[in-house]
């Protein structure tokens, strides 16, 4: 853009003839740079609230922190009475619930990306690209009400079954037995895969999209099935970008606040099964924090939501980096 | 020709296949299933005093939730009013100065990871820079977290819908005489005007269900108020306390709610993609 400003300022120095040159140069030559500093100034300021963001909740979780030091990170109690806090309860819970709603969003987003991108014929790929990107659009509370009051008792009607097969599992059957609640650990992860089957589908679908015809043609010439094709031509060209889209997926699953309120059950302690009721960092921070009544409660809190934020961002900034490979690898291919 | 190899093969393709399609009618089954459950419980309790009456007391018949409707509406105006020039002014440096830029690709990269950042995280922070000094929950403070989930996206969409601008617009407007800023708000603003609108759209979507931000921010009132330094009523929030309410009224009220906040963004996103076609025809 250098080049363009440059003609700008030439442009606007070499006047129309016959006027006051210096008097026009100088307004416009100013108003471009008081312009141009004006919006660099604001994207400055929007790029610098992430800092923003992580210096004041260090600031605000700093007395958790103190008071507890790294035992915060490695305690399970959580005892507002006696105000004793501590985070493994709610950043296993994070995780647990996040690696569920992994396991089932990841293969149905490749299932629906392939479907798009190769399988559906073009009058039906608008409409079903829609449909699923409409996963997207529906707030997370109403992904709540609907998992508490029908998804929670269609579940539980669901679970015994689960509690027979996949509980008789020797060793694995731990984690699948329980009293049929509906509600839990397993119930969230499974409304958080449903919210975030668009976003890791959608980019599938995109990269997929941008796999030079030219390698899949070659492929198909050579008598390979579409699943061949997508298997061992389209995927390990799009690795890096379906990884990225994967963890882009897992930053949303992290963070998700008020479905996995509704649906997780909150109780506050970690527990081997998965049909039980668990909680994670954000919903106690939904849950708690208008009722923290005391500054380490509080601060505690906060400091929950440090921790979250801190693990968001590194899933997030490996999702960037890993998405922008394929950009790179795409334009190195095309040229 | 290894006749077994090749049924092999296309037995694998096929199973394959058929899962993909099982997969994506999975995906639309709960997007059907979600739509119908909020058309189901909603609509039946819809009423006009739902627009024209304030919130219930616990366990009191009837009322409405007009406080929380003009409540939602005023945040979601106060984030449009301070998001928009704050994400299109970014959005121009991106998009104009900043385009081959290592400045520009890092501020990109930052408002990529805020795009996405968990938005309690985002309401912890209006918490900490707005409600903490101020000493009490106010509106102000929830505006301030819905405009910092809608900056990112309209700074995106600038970004990107100032990059679509041909070069060749700008060059005509320079060889004419007029000033670089002239340039942008005359004629690169004007040209990717309606793909801006369509972030600013979609973003409005996007914050007009977000409750987690808004739960230790706006707060809730019970009453109308209008007064943005204090607890406001407001859809999502009222939506959240009466779902999990033990009163069948406000369960009733709260799939009202979810209701008409659906059909609010399932419009705006319909008019965005209406817009976007309308755009994609001109050229």
Known sequence: MNGSEALAAEASAADIPGQAKSARKA???????????????????????LVAIMISLVDEGSKALHTFGWRFLVTSTWDPVNNQFGALVFIGGTLISSVIAMVIAVPVSFGIALFISELSPNWLRGPVSAAIELLAAIPSIIYGMWGL?????????????????????????????????????????????????????????DVFMVTPPALKESAYALGATTWEVARYVVLPFTRTAVTGGIFLGLGRALGET??????IGNANRLQASLLMPGSSIASVIANEFTEATTELYRSSLLALGLILFV????????????????????????? | MNTLLYRRRRLVNWVNMSIAVLMTVFGIFWVVWILWTT?????????????????????????????????????LGMAVLIGTPVGVLAGTWLGEFAVKHRLGAIVRFLNDI???????????????????PMGHFSAFSGGVALTLILIPVVVRTTDEMLRLVPGSLREAAIALGAPYWKVITHITWRAASTG?????????????GETAPLLFTALNNQYFSLDVNHAMANLPVVIFNFAMSPYANWQQMAWAGAFVAMVFILLLSAGSRWLLRQRGQKH
Do not use: C
Request: charged letters at 10%; glycine letters at 10%.
């Open chain 1, 149 to 205: 009051l029908v998804f929670a008792p269609w579940f539980a009607a669901f679970e015994p079954w689960i509690n027979d097969h996949l509980g008789a599992i020797p060793g694995l059957g731990l984690l699948f037995q329980g009293p049929p609640m509906g509600i839990g650990m397993l119930a969230a992860g499974i409304v958080l895969a449903i919210m975030i089957i668009p976003f890791i589908s959608s980019i599938m679908r």
């Open chain 2, 39 to 75: 058309l189901r419980y909603g609509l039946p309790a819809m009423n006009w005093a739902l627009f024209t009456q304030d919130t219930p007391a616990p366990g009191a018949d009837g009322g409405g939730l007009r406080n929380a409707f003009v409540g939602s509406l005023l945040l």
């Open chain 1, 258 to 263: 008020m479905a996995v309120t509704f649906i």
């Open chain 1, 27 to 49: 307004p416009s030559v100013l108003a471009d740079f008081l312009f141009r500093k004006t919006t660099g100034v604001v994207a400055f300021l929007v790029a610098i609230s």
């Open chain 1, 311 to 335: 693990i968001t961002f590194i899933v997030l900034v490996l999702a960037k980096l890993l998405l922008m490979r394929l950009e790179s690898a795409a334009q190195g291919a095309r040229s």
């Open chain 2, 114 to 132: 805020l795009l996405s950042a968990p938005s309690i995280v985002i309401g912890l922070f209006a918490y900490a820079i707005v409600v903490d």
């Open chain 2, 196 to 208: 801006i609108l369509t972030g600013i759209i979609l973003g409005v979507a996007r914050i007009s």
